[in-house]
């Protein structure tokens, strides 16, 4: 018959522990008094209990004044913590009672810029320290794939798919790569699409399960399939391929050097459209509804407006 550990019940109440702290910070049993609105005998029998419970002397008089005892001060500092920890734990259970979920799942396909994500995941984070974040970085299919099998509640990728609704967030600039010294650099001239067939390219792994599909592969022979955003920017900064990249993704590699964009005929950029999609609308909880709210800022104060950007690549044209 197996039995079940249980852990010892605590003999110190919190308030016993919340009085010594109180005494600590307030300077002294009476200043500690009026900060909990409570008796002076009622602040010094709590911490006296606790000595006497524990067997041990927080506190030691010196001249007129109560002074910590080395263990008295190790046992300030860890009712601190715990305290902190109580408080923590009935804020959590007062936004569960408000329905505040315990976790948020968000697929997320990797086109989408990852310095943006952050942000918004850190502020959430401020907000809602309690809320645990799965995330899942996906790839062409994979988030799809995410939200028909339910896996996650909110989701942000180009597809939307069949029986789900979903707001455009974000349109991507893609342009073509490859680091200064490759040797489509070196023609000097406007590349076609034959050239670029003679030499490898980088794609990115479709995430969904039984999807082959390569994210913007041109039919050349020699190519690297990696499953990692990093793993790419990588290769290609190393010169060991070309590569289509949204431009904000590379922005540090572009200003740089270590990137260089091709001088392509025709197709030197692409444009792909980003969905941010509620799995359940009509059931979302607080936490999704708020991360949306921030996703959707986050990318409005990031994006300038459509008619600079337009402004700014004619003037790039006229250059």
Not at 33 to 45: D, G, M, P
Not at 125 to 136: N, Y
């Amino acid at each position: 018959m197996s039995t079940t550990h249980q852990p010892p019940t605590p003999r110190v109440a919190l308030d016993q522990w919340r009085a010594l702290q109180a005494v600590v910070d307030a300077g002294g049993y009476a200043q500690a008094a009026q900060a909990l609105h409570k008796s002076q005998s009622a602040v010094t029998y709590a911490v006296q209990k606790l000595e006497r419970v524990l067997s041990i002397k927080a506190f030691e008089i010196k001249g007129r004044k109560a002074v910590l005892t080395p263990v008295g001060q190790l046992l300030y500092r860890r009712a601190g913590a715990l305290l902190e920890a109580a408080a923590a734990l009935e804020g959590s259970a007062g936004r569960l009672a408000q329905g505040w979920e315990s976790e948020i799942r968000l697929a997320v396909d990797t086109m989408f810029p990852t310095w943006l994500l952050l942000e918004c995941l850190g502020r959430f984070a401020a907000e809602q320290p309690a809320i645990r974040i799965e995330l899942f970085e996906t790839v062409l299919g994979g988030t799809e794939q995410a939200l028909t099998d339910h896996r996650v509640e909110l989701a942000i990728g180009p597809i939307i798919p069949q029986g789900f609704l979903g707001d455009p967030l974000l349109r991507l600039r893609f342009v073509a790569v490859a680091a200064p010294g490759h040797p489509l650099h070196q023609l000097k001239r406007a590349l076609t699409h034959q050239d670029l067939l003679h030499y490898r390219q980088l794609v990115i792994r479709d995430s969904s399960p039984g999807r082959k599909h390569d994210a913007g592969w041109l039919g050349a022979e020699e190519r690297w399939t990696v499953s990692h955003k990093a793993t790419s920017i990588r290769a290609t900064c190393m010169g060991q391929g070309f590569a289509w990249y949204p431009e904000d993704t590379i922005r540090a590699e572009l200003a740089a050097g270590a990137l260089k964009r091709l001088p392509l005929r025709e197709g030197g950029e692409r444009f792909a459209e980003l969905y941010l999609v509620v799995a359940n609308p009509d059931s979302a909880g607080p936490g999704v509804q708020r991360l949306v709210q921030l996703l959707q800022e986050a990318v409005r104060n990031a994006a300038p407006p459509a008619n600079q950007r337009k402004t700014a690549s004619a003037q790039t044209r006229g250059r």
